[in-house]
C-alpha cells in the first residue's frame, strides 16, 4: 500500500514539474516573440524542440525552472513583457543590461519577489521606474542610463539587504539626497551620479561602512564634505566631482587609507591638501577647478601607485615633489594654472608611460630635463608660460608620438633640431615669446601631421624651408618677429588648409607668390614689415579676408581694384612705389577703360544678393500679415492627450487654464507663448500651436498637398516633440510635455526667467552684459549645439539657430530653445543635408541661396552670426550696414581695417576685454565662411571659444623695466586659460 502511495506521490511530482516546464517554455517563447528585432543570434537557440535550460541566457535551478535570465548587452529592441516574465516562480536574475530596450515598466515588475538581481540599466525606457516594494530579497539594483525620469526612493526601505545600487545617469528631476539610501547598511557600491541630487550630503552617510565605492558625481550638492565621511574606511573609489561643495577636507578624511581613486574635481573646496597625505594607495587623484591652495605634501612623491595627478586651476604654491610619479607607470601630470615653482621633476617618464606633462601658467624654473628625450610615449608637452631656460634638449623636439610641444612664454635658447622630423604625429609647435634662434631645419617639413606652426617672437633666421608646403595639414602659421629671410616659399600654395598666415616683422624679399591667392580657407594674412617686392598678384582679390597686412614693405605697381577699398586702406601703407585710382594716399595709376573681370563679378553678386533679400523680405511680410492669433478660442472644449518626459507636478487644466491673453509672453513663426504660474509657485512656458496651415485651414493630410513644407505647424509640432523629448543637456531647454487635440497643440517646458539673448542684447529688456557673461553664453550655447551635432544618437540640425531661440535661465545661463524647424539626420539614408525652407533673415547661410540644401555647417553659420551679435551689440540687419548687406559683411570689412578693428566691438565691454572680444569675433568670421566646407564643425568652435575665452583678471601688476624702459606686464594673479 505504501508503495502505491509513494508511486502516486511520484507521479503528481513528475506531472506538477513537467506543467511548469511547458509554462516557462511558453513564458520564454512569448519574450522572444517580443524581442524579436534582435540583430544577434541569442534566439537562435530558443526553439520549442529545445530543453529550456539549453536556451542561450537562460540558468535553470535543479528542477528545471527558470532561475536566470542574463541577456544583456545583446543588440535587443522591443518591449519587455514583465507581465508574463515574473510569472516564472523561480526566476532570481534578470539581467537586460546595454540594450536598446524601450516603453514603460508597469508595476508587473512587483510580481517577481524572488529577484535578488535586477539589471535594466543603459536603455532607452521612459516614464517613472515603479514603486518594487514587494522585492525585499533584492541585492542588486542597476538601473543607470535607463532613461528613467524618476526613482520611487521611498522602496527602498523594504530593500535591507541592498549591496549594489546604480541609479546614476538618469534625467530625474531634481530631489533632495535621499533619506532611504543610507539606511541601506549592506551597501557596498552606490552609484548616484548625474541623476540631479540637490541639497548637502547627509551625516547619516557615515552609516554606509561597506562601501567600497561612492560617486555622487555630476549633481547639485552642497555644502562641505561632512566628517563622517571618514567612517568609510573600506572605500576604494570616492568620485564627487562637478558639484556645488565648499570647505575643507574634514579631519580624519586621512583614514580613507584603502581609497586608490578621488576625484572631486569642479567644485569650491579650499584649504591645503595636508589630510590626504596619508593616502599611500592613490592610483588617480583630481582636485582640479577649486580653490586649494598651500603646498603639495611631500609624501605624494612616496606614493608608490599613483599614476594619474591633476591639480589644474587652484592657488597652490612651492615645489613639486621630486620623486613623484617615479614609482609606478606614472601616466598624466597636469597642475597648470597654480603658483607652483622649482624644477621639474625628473623622473615622471621613468617606467616609459607616461602620456601628457601639463604644468602651464606658473612659476617653474630651470631646464627641461634630459630624461623626457627618451619618453617616447609622451603625447603632450606643454609648460607654456613658466620661466624655463637653457637649450631645448634635442630628443623632444622628435619624440614619436607628442601630439602638442608648448614652451609658449618661457626664456629657451638654442635651435629647433633636425630631430623635428620624427615626430611624425605632432600637431601643434608652439614655442613663441622665447629666445630661439638658427635656421628652421628642413627637416620640419617630416612632420606631416602638424596643424598649427607658432615660432612668433624669436630670434629665427635664414630662409624658410622651401618645402614647407608638403605640410598639407596646416592650418596656422606664426613667423613674426623673427629674423628670417629669403623669400616666401611658393609651396605655401600648396597648404590648402591654411586659414592664418603671419610672417610680419621680418626681412623677407622677392614677390608675393600668386599661390597664396587660390588658399580656399585662408582668413587671415599679415607680411607687414617686411622687404617684399614687386607687383600685389591679381589673385589674392579672390581671398575673403578678416584680415590682410602688406604695409612696410618695397611693393610696386596696381592695387587691385578689389582691393582699393577703404577697409584696407592701412593695408598698404609704406610701400611708395603702389598706386591706386581709389586710395588717396597713393598715386594714380594709368586709367584702364576696359570694366575688369572683377568688377563684373561684383555687379552680378550685387545683383543676385538683391533679388534674394527682396524675396526674403516679402517672404517674412506675408506670413506675419496671415498670423492667426489664437485668443478667444476655447480650449477647454477639447479632449486632450497628453505625454510627460519628465515626471509632472502639474494638472492638464492648471496648463488650459492659463493659455489666455494676460499670460502672453511672446509670439514666433511657430506658435505663441504664455507664462504659465502653477499653485506651488513653480513657473512654466508653454507654446500654444493651432494645427492649420498658412491660410488658417485645419490641417490634415487630405487638405494639404504640402504638408511637410512650408507653413506646416502641424509639423513643425511633431519635430519639436520628437526632438527635445529625446534630449538631455544642460544647454537645451527641457519639455516636459506635450497636451495634444484635434486643433491644436501645446508645449510645456521650463521658463526661463531672463527672456532670449536678443531681449538682452536688443530689446527694450536691454541690459549690461559684461565680457565674462557674454562669453559664459557663448561657450553654454555652443555646447548645447555641439550636443545637437555630435552628441545624440542620430545628428539634430536645429535649423533656426538665432538670439532670440537662445533662452537665458534665473543666472543668465543659456538653453537652446525652438525645435520647430529640427530635423534629425538619419544614420542610414547616406545623406548629409536636408531639403527645407528654414531660418530666420540674417542668420541664414548664403548656400540657402542656391540650393536648399541644408547641414550642421548651416546651424554653424548662424551661430556665427550670434557670436557677432554678442561681441558688436548689433542685430543681424541694420541700416548702417548699408543697402543689401548683413552683419557678416559688416563685420567682414571692419576686420580689415586696423583702425576700425577695435570699433567693431560693443562700447559696453570694458577696454581690457577687447583683445578677447576680437578673437571671438574671428571665430564668428570662420564660423561664418561662404563655403560650408570651410566652417569648422560645432566641436571645434567650442574648442576655440574655451581657448580664447578670458579669465576674469583678478589682479595685474605692472612695471617699467622692460629693455627700453617701457611698460610691462610683471604678473597676472590669474591669466588666460590654455588648459588641456
Not at 651 to 678: A, C, F, H, P
Not at 780 to 798: D, F, M, Q, S, W
Request: proline share 4%.
Amino acid at each position: 500500500m505504501s508503495t502505491a502511495r509513494t508511486t502516486l506521490c511520484f507521479l503528481c511530482f513528475i506531472s506538477i514539474i513537467s506543467t511548469i516546464k511547458s509554462d516557462d517554455l511558453q513564458i520564454l517563447l512569448n519574450l522572444k516573440t517580443s524581442l524579436q528585432k534582435s540583430n544577434g543570434d541569442v534566439f537562435d537557440s530558443w526553439l520549442s524542440t529545445n530543453p529550456i535550460c539549453n536556451f542561450i541566457g537562460i540558468t535553470c535551478d535543479s528542477t528545471g525552472s527558470v532561475k536566470e535570465i542574463e541577456l544583456s548587452n545583446q543588440k535587443l529592441t522591443g518591449l519587455l513583457p514583465l507581465d508574463s516574465i515574473c510569472q516564472l516562480q523561480s526566476l532570481d536574475r534578470l539581467s537586460f543590461g546595454f540594450n536598446s530596450l524601450h516603453g514603460t515598466i508597469m508595476e508587473d515588475l512587483n510580481k517577481c519577489v524572488k529577484l535578488q538581481y535586477l539589471d535594466l540599466g543603459n536603455n532607452l525606457f521612459t516614464g517613472s521606474f515603479p514603486d518594487v516594494s514587494s522585492l525585499s530579497e533584492l541585492q542588486y539594483l542597476y538601473l543607470n542610463q535607463s532613461g528613467f525620469t524618476d526613482f520611487p526612493w521611498r522602496s527602498l526601505t523594504n530593500m535591507t539587504g541592498l549591496v549594489s545600487l546604480s541609479v546614476g545617469d538618469n534625467p530625474f528631476d531634481q530631489t533632495p539626497f535621499p533619506t532611504e539610501v543610507v539606511t541601506l547598511t549592506k551597501l557596498n557600491w552606490l552609484y548616484m551620479s548625474n541623476c540631479s541630487i540637490e541639497g548637502t550630503i547627509p551625516p547619516e552617510i557615515g552609516n554606509l561602512t561597506e562601501l567600497v565605492n561612492l560617486e555622487l558625481s555630476d549633481n547639485y550638492l552642497s555644502g562641505e564634505i561632512p566628517a563622517e565621511i571618514a567612517k568609510l574606511k573600506k572605500l576604494w573609489q570616492l568620485e564627487i566631482y562637478t558639484n556645488n561643495l565648499r570647505g575643507k577636507f574634514p579631519i580624519g578624511f586621512g583614514n580613507l587609507t584603502n581609497l586608490m581613486n578621488f576625484d572631486a574635481s569642479s567644485n569650491y573646496l579650499q584649504g591645503d591638501l595636508s589630510e590626504l597625505r596619508f593616502l599611500s594607495n592613490m592610483v588617480t587623484l583630481q582636485l582640479f577647478e577649486n580653490e586649494f591652495s598651500g603646498e603639495i605634501p611631500v609624501e605624494f612623491g612616496e606614493f608608490k601607485k599613483l599614476v594619474n595627478l591633476s591639480l589644474y586651476t587652484n592657488q597652490l604654491t612651492g615645489p613639486l615633489p621630486q620623486e613623484i610619479g617615479s614609482w609606478a607607470d606614472f601616466d598624466y601630470l597636469d597642475v597648470s594654472e597654480n603658483f607652483l615653482s622649482g624644477p621639474i621633476p625628473p623622473n615622471m617618464c621613468k617606467k616609459g608611460k607616461m602620456r601628457g606633462l601639463l604644468i602651464l601658467q606658473n612659476n617653474f624654473s630651470g631646464e627641461i630635463p634630459v630624461s623626457y628625450t627618451d619618453c617616447a610615449s609622451l603625447q603632450r608637452f606643454r609648460v607654456k608660460n613658466n620661466s624655463l631656460s637653457g637649450v631645448v634638449p634635442a630628443g623632444i623636439w622628435g619624440l614619436p608620438n607628442v601630439n602638442i610641444i608648448d614652451l609658449t612664454l618661457n626664456k629657451f635658447e638654442g635651435a629647433i633640431t633636425e630631430d623635428i622630423g620624427n615626430a611624425k604625429s605632432l600637431w601643434q609647435l608652439l614655442v613663441g615669446n622665447n629666445r630661439l634662434s638658427g635656421e628652421l631645419p628642413e627637416e620640419i617639413t617630416n612632420a606631416t601631421s602638424l596643424v598649427a606652426m607658432e615660432l612668433n617672437n624669436n630670434q629665427f633666421s635664414g630662409n624658410i624651408p622651401a618645402t614647407i608646403g608638403e605640410l598639407k595639414h596646416l592650418s596656422s602659421l606664426h613667423f613674426q618677429n623673427n629674423k628670417f629671410s629669403g623669400s616666401l616659399p611658393k609651396s605655401l600654395g600648396s597648404c590648402h588648409s591654411l586659414s592664418d598666415l603671419n610672417m610680419a616683422h621680418n626681412s623677407l624679399s622677392g614677390e608675393i607668390p600668386s599661390s597664396l591667392g587660390f588658399l580656399p580657407t585662408l582668413n587671415s594674412m599679415d607680411l607687414s614689415n617686411n622687404e617684399l617686392s614687386g607687383q600685389i598678384p591679381d589673385s589674392l582679390s579672390s581671398l575673403r579676408l578678416s584680415l590682410l597686412d602688406l604695409s612696410s614693405n618695397r611693393l610696386a605697381g596696381r592695387v587691385p581694384p578689389t582691393l582699393s577699398i577703404a577697409a584696407y586702406n592701412g593695408s598698404f601703407a609704406g610701400n611708395p612705389g603702389l598706386c591706386s585710382q581709389s586710395i588717396q594716399s597713393f598715386q594714380k595709376c594709368s586709367k584702364d577703360s576696359r570694366m575688369s573681370k572683377d568688377v563684373r563679378t561684383l555687379i552680378v553678386c550685387f545683383l543676385l544678393g538683391t533679388v534674394m533679400v527682396l524675396v526674403s523680405f516679402g517672404c517674412f511680410f506675408y506670413l506675419k500679415k496671415r498670423e492667426k492669433d489664437d485668443h478667444g478660442r476655447s480650449l477647454k472644449e477639447e479632449t486632450w492627450d497628453v505625454k510627460s518626459f519628465h515626471l509632472l507636478t502639474f494638472t492638464e487644466d492648471e496648463i488650459l487654464d492659463s493659455v489666455k491673453q494676460e499670460n502672453l509672453i511672446g509670439k514666433g513663426g511657430s506658435g505663441n507663448v504664455y507664462k504659465v504660474v502653477l499653485s506651488n509657485g513653480k513657473e512654466l512656458a508653454v507654446k500654444h500651436i493651432w494645427n492649420t496651415d498658412i491660410s488658417g485651414r485645419k490641417m490634415t493630410r487630405s487638405s494639404s498637398p504640402m504638408l511637410g513644407r512650408r507653413g506646416s505647424k502641424s509639423r513643425e509640432f511633431e519635430a519639436e516633440v520628437q526632438t527635445l523629448s529625446s534630449i538631455r543637456h544642460v544647454n537645451v531647454v527641457k519639455l516636459y510635455c506635450s497636451i495634444t487635440s484635434e486643433d491644436s497643440s501645446l508645449l510645456v517646458y521650463e521658463y526661463m526667467p531672463n527672456g532670449s539673448l536678443w531681449d538682452k542684447l536688443h530689446s527694450s529688456q536691454k541690459m549690461e552684459l559684461d565680457w565674462e557673461t557674454r562669453c559664459e553664453i557663448a561657450v553654454g550655447a555652443a555646447k548645447g549645439l555641439e550636443y545637437l551635432h555630435h552628441g545624440c544618437e542620430r545628428p539634430v540640425i536645429h535649423r533656426d539657430v538665432k538670439s532670440s531661440n537662445i533662452l537665458l535661465d534665473e543666472f543668465l545661463k543659456p538653453r537652446i530653445a525652438d525645435f520647430g524647424l529640427a530635423k534629425i539626420v538619419q544614420s542610414n539614408s547616406g545623406k548629409d543635408a536636408t531639403q527645407a525652407i528654414a531660418g530666420t533673415l540674417g542668420y541664414i547661410a548664403p548656400e540657402y541661396g542656391y540650393t536648399y540644401k541644408v547641414n550642421e555647417k548651416s546651424d554653424v553659420y548662424s551661430f556665427g552670426v550670434v557670436l557677432m551679435e554678442l561681441v558688436t551689440g548689433k542685430r543681424p540687419i541694420e541700416p548702417a550696414y548699408g543697402e543689401n548687406n548683413d552683419i557678416v559683411n559688416w563685420v567682414c570689412r571692419m576686420m580689415k581695417n586696423k583702425e576700425s578693428m577695435f570699433g567693431v566691438v560693443d562700447s559696453r565691454i570694458a577696454d581690457g576685454f577687447k583683445e578677447y572680444a576680437v578673437k571671438m569675433l574671428r571665430i564668428a568670421i570662420l564660423c561664418t565662411a561662404s563655403l560650408p566646407v570651410t566652417r569648422p564643425t560645432m566641436r571645434s568652435v567650442v574648442q576655440m571659444l574655451e581657448e580664447a575665452e578670458p579669465c576674469k583678471l583678478v589682479g595685474i601688476l605692472i612695471s617699467k623695466d622692460g629693455p627700453n624702459g617701457e611698460i610691462q606686464v610683471k604678473d597676472m594673479i590669474k591669466f588666460c586659460p590654455d588648459q588641456d
